[in-house]
Nanobody
Framework: QVQLVESGGGLVQAGGSLRLSCAAS????????MGWFRQAPGKEREFVAA????????YYADSVKGRFTISRDNAKNTVYLQMNSLKPEDTAVYYC???????????????????WGQGTQVTVSS
């Protein structure tokens, strides 16, 4: 069992930056691929970014490519999402997810992931 706890959300002006963190319990974190998803009010949950167990492979949604960076520190059981040049349309609840496989077959699919955090709110004002 893996428990995930997100932090780092908040209110920021357009053009600003935030860094989200996701702390994972369990000694097998380093074996898991990790992902970030987001869900805005009235919309479906959408893929943001994913990273393989060793950070060699990263994946991004087109809407965040060049602005967001996913990274991980296996020694700290933590995955990060650095978000720059934020836009009002980035406003959503951001969720961290863990994939029990080291390399995701379908990194953009929520069905790929086995464990989810409770989410952290990101609000970008215009």
């Amino acid at each position: 069992q893996v428990q995930l706890v997100e932090s780092g959300g908040g209110l920021v002006q357009a053009g600003g930056s935030l860094r989200l963190s996701c702390a994972a319990s369990g000694r097998t974190f380093s074996n898991y691929a990790m992902g970030w998803f987001r869900q805005a009010p009235g919309k479906e949950r959408e893929f943001v970014a994913a990273i393989s167990w060793n950070a060699w492979n990263t994946y991004y949604a087109d809407s965040v490519k060049g602005r967001f960076t996913i990274s991980r520190d296996n020694a700290k059981n933590t995955v990060y999402l650095q978000m720059n040049s934020l836009k009002p349309e980035d406003t959503a609840v951001y969720y961290c997810a863990a994939d029990s496989r080291p390399n995701p077959a379908l990194p953009g699919s929520p069905y790929e992931y086995d464990y989810w955090g409770q989410g952290t709110q990101v609000t970008v004002s215009s």
